[in-house]
């Protein structure tokens, strides 16, 4: 079965601090793996995505991922948070035609 | 802006009715995806259309069923309705279908269903 695990409900992080959030994922085959962020009321608006190529990849908002194979992880990282950054953030895996999410994890960047 | 539109953004209705929900794809996508996302269930993929045709299934119930037109605007039709039924649900669209390339999803604003 396929599966995508956000281990952290929230993460808080002082703004300024760097951000980790976690996914690891469990798919047959190679997946394509994607973040997405959710404002309050709003839509998930697409982050970055790993399709082939460089581990690292780099996103909109300063935003970058990390994909680890042999731990199947894929960390959503950022050098130094914003208080804009605030938000809900979902890992999203592609796999035989289906987008699996995970249980989203909460990012608090306090002032 | 996605570029995405969901109507309406609130419905509020009572157990047994029977709903329509409306999704406007970005302009030059050709296909639409629905999902639904609720507190205890999180995200999950409902059902998948292109140019018309439905492409994939996810966890759809037998109660509700979509479409998409020959304008690309799809529907998300909810019947017999239940109070889990009561989530938000997004619609997203892509250019072409994600099998093989996982093309990047452009979500609408969603349609919050409060079903009393």
């Known amino acids: 079965a396929q599966s995508v695990a956000q281990p952290e409900d929230q993460v808080n992080v002082a703004e300024g601090n760097p951000l980790t959030v976690k996914c690891t994922y469990s798919v047959s085959g190679n997946p394509y793996l994607f973040w997405y962020v959710q404002y309050p009321n709003r839509g998930l608006q697409f982050l970055l995505k790993y399709i082939t190529g460089d581990n690292l990849v780099k996103g909109s908002y300063g935003f970058e991922a990390e994909f680890n194979k042999s731990q199947t992880s894929f960390h959503l990282k950022k050098p130094s948070a914003l208080v804009s950054d605030s938000a809900l953030y979902f890992c999203?895996?592609?796999?035989?035609?289906?987008?699996?999410f995970g249980s989203g994890t909460k990012l608090n960047v306090k002032p | 802006d996605s570029g995405v539109t969901q109507t309406p953004k609130h419905l509020i209705t009572a157990t047994g009715q029977r709903v329509t929900l409306r999704c406007s794809p970005r302009?030059?996508?050709?296909?639409v995806y629905w999902y639904q996302q609720s507190l205890d269930q999180g995200l999950q993929f409902l059902i998948q259309?292109?140019?018309?045709?439905?492409?994939a299934k996810g966890n759809i119930l037998e109660r509700f069923s979509a479409q998409q037109f020959p304008d690309l605007h799809s529907e998300l039709n909810l019947s017999s309705l239940e109070l889990g039924d009561s989530a938000l649900y997004f619609c997203?669209?892509?250019?072409?279908?994600?099998?093989?390339?996982?093309?990047?999803?452009?979500f609408g604003p969603g349609t919050r269903l409060l079903v009393l």
């Open positions: 999203a895996v592609y796999n035989f035609n289906k987008f699996y």
């Open positions: 259309y292109y140019n018309g045709e439905e492409r």
């Open positions: 997203a669209s892509s250019v072409i279908p994600s099998e093989g390339r996982g093309e990047t999803q452009y």
């Open positions: 302009s030059g996508d050709l296909s």
